[in-house]
């Protein structure tokens, strides 16, 4: 007679362990860590946005390379004569950043993904960028 | 225009300061209410996005095609590397700081990080803070560095 109870109680717990892994809410009870939360919508905001900033910090290396290189495609990116290709860089970048994240932010196999590896991507991004921004670098392929 | 210079700086001093608070919050979270931390987050994303809007203001007058503005001043004196190698780096990597910061608020919004299973993510959190930190640091350096050679009017 105790048992009804107790798996009514069970039942409950079950539904809502299950409601706050699907709202993301990644918690000690019942969840298996920031790497395993697999297929969490929360999860797929993280790397989507991971990814996003990935994609943004390297169009601003590669946009700021090529014009380097090449005076047409500097002069294609200038959007604000003030403020010169910069202008369209930074434009292109973080517009390009929003459509990528629009894109996967709900996609559930984005949740799957390891945040560590994407933390290393986003740092390899990131250096990979800051060499493009070193004039000294750019000057050996001109 | 010296008006945004100074407020340019002076964010810029104010989000190395709350970069190493955030910092502090993250790694160390303890039991505390994770509300301060994502608080944090979300003021210096938007805080390091009207850093960047005010470089760019600034940035306008900055190369201003004309003899004695800062970028001419700059090429034109005994230390081009100023604008050619320093400059160069900081304006562009300037604008990547929110993007990096966008992450960290994704990661404190959606992680417990105060669980020791979500360590991955705090330890991923923290990592971002510092290496912002270190590249906002390096940004005020290249920018001090070249406003000693000539400054924007």
């Given at each position: ?45 993280v790397?989507a946005t991971m990814?996003a900033a ?89 | ?101 966008l992450v960290?608020?994704a ?47």
């Amino acid at each position: 007679m105790d048992k009804e109870p107790q798996e009514h109680t069970e039942v409950v717990e079950q539904a809502d362990a299950e409601r706050r892994r699907d709202v993301g809410e990644v918690t000690a009870e019942g969840s298996r860590g920031a790497d395993e939360a697999e297929g969490s919508r929360g999860a797929s905001v993280v790397i989507a946005t991971m990814i996003a900033a990935s994609v943004v910090i390297l169009s601003i290396g590669i946009l700021a390379f090529i014009s380097e290189l090449s005076e047409g495609f500097k002069s294609f990116f200038v959007v604000w004569d003030t403020m010169g290709p910069l202008s369209g860089h930074v434009l292109f970048a973080y517009g390009l950043g929003i459509l990528v994240f629009l894109l996967l932010f709900r996609v559930r196999a984005v949740g799957r993904q390891s945040i560590f590896a994407w933390t290393i991507v986003l740092f390899i991004t990131l250096a990979v960028s800051s060499l493009f921004w070193l004039t000294p670098f750019v000057d050996l392929f001109h | 225009m010296r008006q945004s210079l100074f407020l340019h700086g002076l964010l810029g001093g104010l989000f190395v300061a709350g970069l190493c608070i955030a910092i502090w919050q993250s790694a160390s979270p303890g039991k505390r209410s994770l509300t301060a931390l994502r608080v944090n987050a979300i003021a210096l994303t938007l805080l390091v996005t009207i850093k960047d809007v005010l470089g760019d203001v600034v940035y306008t007058a900055y190369r201003e095609n004309v003899p004695d503005s800062a970028r001419s001043l700059i090429l034109a004196s005994s230390k081009p590397w100023a604008h050619e190698i320093l400059m160069e780096f900081k304006e562009h990597a300037a604008h990547v700081l929110p993007a990096m910061l966008l992450v960290v608020v994704a990661i404190v919004f959606v992680y417990d990080i105060r669980d020791r299973e979500n360590l991955t993510a705090r330890k991923v959190a923290v990592s971002i803070l510092a290496v912002s930190l270190v590249l906002t640091l390096v940004i005020l350096f290249m920018g001090a560095m070249a406003t000693s050679v000539a400054g924007v009017k």
